[in-house]
Protein backbone atom coordinates (compact mmCIF):
# COMPACT_ATOMS: atom_id res chain seq x y z
CA UNK A 1 0.00 0.00 0.00
CA UNK A 2 2.63 2.27 0.96
CA UNK A 3 4.20 1.69 -2.64
CA UNK A 4 1.46 2.14 -4.19
CA UNK A 5 0.89 5.48 -2.52
CA UNK A 6 4.20 6.57 -3.56
CA UNK A 7 4.40 5.63 -6.62
CA UNK A 8 0.94 8.04 -7.18
CA UNK A 9 2.74 11.05 -5.24
CA UNK A 10 5.86 10.33 -7.48
CA UNK A 11 3.42 10.64 -10.48
CA UNK A 12 2.18 13.95 -9.15
CA UNK A 13 4.79 15.41 -8.16
CA UNK A 14 6.66 14.93 -11.55
CA UNK A 15 3.82 16.45 -13.46
CA UNK A 16 4.11 20.18 -11.63
CA UNK A 17 7.85 19.88 -12.16
CA UNK A 18 9.28 18.09 -8.32
CA UNK A 19 11.69 15.64 -8.75
CA UNK A 20 11.00 14.15 -5.38
CA UNK A 21 12.28 10.30 -4.19
CA UNK A 22 10.03 8.78 -1.86
CA UNK A 23 11.27 5.68 -1.01
CA UNK A 24 8.89 3.77 1.04
CA UNK A 25 9.07 0.29 2.32
CA UNK A 26 6.44 -2.38 1.33
CA UNK A 27 3.19 -1.91 3.39
CA UNK A 28 3.24 -4.63 6.28
CA UNK A 29 7.24 -4.04 6.48
CA UNK A 30 9.58 -2.00 9.15
CA UNK A 31 13.16 -1.67 8.36
CA UNK A 32 15.44 -1.78 11.49
CA UNK A 33 18.66 -2.06 12.67
CA UNK A 34 19.31 -4.14 15.87
CA UNK A 35 22.21 -4.80 18.33
CA UNK A 36 23.14 -5.34 21.43
CA UNK A 37 25.89 -4.14 24.22
CA UNK A 38 27.05 -5.24 27.66
CA UNK A 39 27.57 -2.80 29.97
CA UNK A 40 28.98 -3.52 33.49
CA UNK A 41 29.38 -1.93 36.76
CA UNK A 42 25.44 -1.31 37.32
CA UNK A 43 23.08 -3.26 38.59
CA UNK A 44 19.78 -4.20 36.92
CA UNK A 45 17.38 -2.26 38.71
CA UNK A 46 18.93 0.97 37.98
CA UNK A 47 19.97 0.20 34.02
CA UNK A 48 16.12 -0.16 34.36
CA UNK A 49 15.39 2.92 36.51
CA UNK A 50 17.72 4.68 33.72
CA UNK A 51 16.01 3.70 30.26
CA UNK A 52 16.44 6.98 28.94
CA UNK A 53 20.27 6.80 29.16
CA UNK A 54 20.29 4.22 26.98
CA UNK A 55 17.91 5.28 24.34
CA UNK A 56 19.36 8.53 24.33
CA UNK A 57 23.27 6.71 24.42
CA UNK A 58 21.83 4.43 21.55
CA UNK A 59 19.96 7.85 19.08
CA UNK A 60 23.75 9.78 19.21
CA UNK A 61 25.61 6.51 18.27
CA UNK A 62 23.15 6.17 15.71
CA UNK A 63 22.92 9.78 14.86
CA UNK A 64 18.91 9.25 15.00
CA UNK A 65 16.04 11.32 16.87
CA UNK A 66 15.10 9.00 20.14
CA UNK A 67 12.05 8.57 19.02
CA UNK A 68 13.22 5.90 16.73
CA UNK A 69 15.34 3.68 19.44
CA UNK A 70 14.01 1.24 21.74
CA UNK A 71 15.62 -0.69 23.89
CA UNK A 72 15.27 -3.90 26.17
CA UNK A 73 17.54 -4.30 29.45
CA UNK A 74 18.17 -7.26 30.69
CA UNK A 75 20.70 -9.10 33.24
CA UNK A 76 23.70 -10.14 32.04
CA UNK A 77 26.38 -13.16 33.08
CA UNK A 78 28.40 -12.26 35.72
CA UNK A 79 31.70 -11.27 34.75
CA UNK A 80 34.27 -10.91 37.19
CA UNK A 81 32.50 -9.52 40.04
CA UNK A 82 30.82 -7.05 38.84
CA UNK A 83 27.31 -6.26 37.96
CA UNK A 84 26.34 -6.28 34.45
CA UNK A 85 23.49 -5.69 31.88
CA UNK A 86 22.61 -6.57 28.54
CA UNK A 87 21.13 -3.46 26.35
CA UNK A 88 19.16 -5.16 23.13
CA UNK A 89 18.16 -1.89 20.71
CA UNK A 90 16.14 -1.62 18.03
CA UNK A 91 16.49 1.35 15.86
CA UNK A 92 13.36 1.92 13.53
CA UNK A 93 14.01 3.44 9.90
CA UNK A 94 12.15 4.92 7.32
CA UNK A 95 14.09 2.18 4.30
CA UNK A 96 15.58 -1.06 4.01
CA UNK A 97 18.48 1.20 1.96
CA UNK A 98 18.75 3.53 5.14
CA UNK A 99 18.63 0.56 7.91
CA UNK A 100 21.45 -1.35 5.77
CA UNK A 101 23.56 2.11 5.79
CA UNK A 102 22.95 2.70 9.37
CA UNK A 103 24.02 -0.88 10.33
CA UNK A 104 27.41 -0.29 7.71
CA UNK A 105 28.31 3.03 9.52
CA UNK A 106 27.47 1.76 13.36
CA UNK A 107 29.78 -0.94 12.27
CA UNK A 108 32.43 0.96 13.04
CA UNK A 109 31.99 1.72 16.75
CA UNK A 110 33.88 0.83 19.93
CA UNK A 111 33.08 0.49 23.19
CA UNK A 112 34.89 3.80 24.21
CA UNK A 113 32.26 5.44 21.77
CA UNK A 114 29.56 3.71 23.93
CA UNK A 115 31.31 5.13 27.03
CA UNK A 116 31.72 8.56 25.75
CA UNK A 117 27.82 8.77 24.61
CA UNK A 118 26.46 7.19 27.61
CA UNK A 119 28.96 9.93 29.97
CA UNK A 120 27.08 12.80 28.00
CA UNK A 121 23.20 11.30 27.83
CA UNK A 122 23.84 10.12 31.69
CA UNK A 123 24.89 14.02 32.63
CA UNK A 124 22.44 15.38 30.47
CA UNK A 125 19.75 13.32 32.47
CA UNK A 126 21.45 14.39 35.66
CA UNK A 127 22.22 10.86 36.74
CA UNK A 128 26.57 11.27 35.71
CA UNK A 129 27.08 9.67 39.52
CA UNK A 130 24.96 6.52 38.80
CA UNK A 131 27.07 6.12 35.47
CA UNK A 132 30.29 7.03 37.07
CA UNK A 133 31.65 3.82 37.44
CA UNK A 134 29.73 1.86 34.39
CA UNK A 135 31.26 0.88 31.74
CA UNK A 136 30.32 -0.86 28.13
CA UNK A 137 32.36 -4.39 27.98
CA UNK A 138 31.06 -6.03 24.56
CA UNK A 139 28.79 -4.57 21.36
CA UNK A 140 27.31 -6.29 18.95
CA UNK A 141 27.32 -6.31 15.47
CA UNK A 142 24.67 -4.05 14.17
CA UNK A 143 22.12 -5.88 11.97
CA UNK A 144 19.48 -4.26 9.48
CA UNK A 145 16.31 -6.15 8.89
CA UNK A 146 13.01 -6.12 8.08
CA UNK A 147 10.36 -6.98 10.59
CA UNK A 148 7.12 -8.31 8.84
CA UNK A 149 3.99 -6.74 10.53
CA UNK A 150 1.67 -9.30 8.72
CA UNK A 151 -0.01 -9.92 12.00
CA UNK A 152 -1.88 -6.36 11.68
CA UNK A 153 -5.42 -6.36 13.50
CA UNK A 154 -8.80 -5.73 11.29
CA UNK A 155 -9.33 -2.07 12.83
CA UNK A 156 -5.11 -1.23 11.15
CA UNK A 157 -6.55 -2.87 8.20
CA UNK A 158 -9.22 -0.21 8.06
CA UNK A 159 -7.25 2.43 9.05
CA UNK A 160 -4.77 1.70 6.55
CA UNK A 161 -7.64 1.55 3.95
CA UNK A 162 -8.68 4.43 5.01
CA UNK A 163 -5.53 6.63 4.07
CA UNK A 164 -5.19 5.11 0.68
CA UNK A 165 -8.51 5.99 0.03
CA UNK A 166 -7.38 9.95 1.15
CA UNK A 167 -4.19 9.63 -0.83
CA UNK A 168 -5.91 8.69 -4.08
CA UNK A 169 -8.28 11.78 -3.39
CA UNK A 170 -5.65 13.54 -2.97
CA UNK A 171 -4.10 12.70 -5.77
CA UNK A 172 -6.96 13.13 -7.77
CA UNK A 173 -7.00 16.85 -6.66
CA UNK A 174 -3.48 17.43 -8.00
CA UNK A 175 -4.27 16.14 -11.31
Known sequence: MRTYAETLWEEQAETIGLDCD??????????????????EG????????????FVATVADLA???EEYVAVSISA?????????V???????????????????????LTTSDV???MAVAASDAGVYSTFAAVGCSDLSEPE???????????AAALKAGGLVAALAAAAALLA
Not at 24 to 30: D, K, L, S
Not at 76 to 84: I, K, M, N, Q, V
Not at 144 to 153: G, H, Y
Request: charge should be negative.
Open 22 to 39: LDCPAFGVTAVVTGDMTV
Open 42 to 53: MTLEDAQANEAV
Open 63 to 65: DVQ
Open 76 to 84: ARRRRLTDS
Open 86 to 108: TVDYTITMPTTDMADDLATSMSS
Open 115 to 117: DAS
Open 144 to 154: SAVEDESDLDA
